[in-house]
């Protein structure tokens, strides 16, 4: 049986000053040891959901579990469930707190209250296991954009947690930024790390992902392997979110041979009946 490491519940939040529900008695199941990618258009209510499972935000109604277990919302267990749920915002700018690289990888290690000789090991292996050991005195606003990813990577990875979520990573990034990100991506889920991604990116997602969750106006749609996700295509053109550029494609080829077929029935009809 498969583990599930988040679960939600019925979950229900609307955004102080708004009667419209951003999650819609959502009920949601990550499973463990997978690449998922959570897809929907914008106000569906992905960032929402990544909120929640942080902690950051509580639900008005429903529930949200870790591992089968409810959250807990003191200042304590909140520690404790940011240390397993890792956040990544899609603007590194929003997670980025202190001066220096090495500086605000040790950020979240020194709130922890762990001693200073464990916090320079963490950090010095994070350092090289992101590509960050030339940059680490290096002052945050001098870094590009795909450097402050990377380094925001490194401040939530430098806690080991079990869950990460990344909203838009791929975002504003170059293809060369694009690749290296997804490589580290790949390197953190082969270390034991469950991700889950949210993105518009329908050919990253049919490329990378184990499981695909769709949401629409606070609910989930669709859920389950790439290929059975998007073979459901009449349900994606209604949801205005498409299909990849391979089903596309095959759709095209598709169509075509099905001309062809009509075209030599055509024929051979008017062969049989001139005058059809």
């Not at 700018?93 to 202190?98: D, F, M, Y």
């Not at 030339?134 to 079990?162: F, N, T, Y």
């Not at 989930?220 to 209604?238: A, M, S, T, Y």
Request: charged share 20%.
């Amino acid at each position: 049986m498969q583990q599930t490491l988040l679960e939600f519940e019925q979950v229900q939040y609307t955004y102080p000053g708004t009667q419209q529900l951003a999650l819609n008695n959502l009920t949601l199941k990550i499973p463990a040891q997978k690449k998922c990618a959570l897809i929907g258009q914008n106000g569906c209510g992905k960032t929402t959901l990544f909120l929640l499972a942080n902690g950051l935000y509580k639900p008005q109604k429903g529930n949200i579990k870790w591992q089968n277990q409810p959250l807990k919302y003191d200042r304590q267990s909140l520690m404790q469930l940011r240390q397993k749920v890792g956040l990544i915002f899609q603007d590194p700018e929003q997670q980025l707190v202190a001066s220096t690289v090495e500086e605000d990888i040790s950020y979240g290690l020194c709130n922890l209250g762990l001693p200073p000789a464990e916090i320079q090991q963490r950090v010095e292996q994070a350092l090289v296991e992101f590509g960050l050991t030339e940059l680490a005195q290096r002052p945050i606003h001098h870094l590009s954009l795909g450097q402050k990813k990377r380094v925001s990577i490194a401040d939530v990875m430098v806690l080991k947690p079990k869950l990460l979520l990344l909203d838009e990573p791929t975002a504003y990034l170059d293809k060369l930024h694009t690749r290296n990100l997804m490589a580290t991506l790949k390197s953190i889920h082969t270390s034991g790390t469950t991700i889950l991604m949210a993105t518009h990116d329908l050919d990253l997602v049919y490329r990378w992902a184990d499981w695909v969750f769709i949401m629409d106006r606070g609910q989930l749609i669709l859920e389950g392997n790439p290929q059975d996700v998007f073979n459901q295509r009449d349900i994606l053109d209604e949801l205005q979110l498409g299909v990849p550029l391979i089903y596309e494609i095959l759709f095209a080829e598709e169509i075509n041979e099905k001309k062809q077929l009509w075209e030599q029935l055509h024929q051979k009809i008017l062969k049989i009946f001139p005058y059809f």
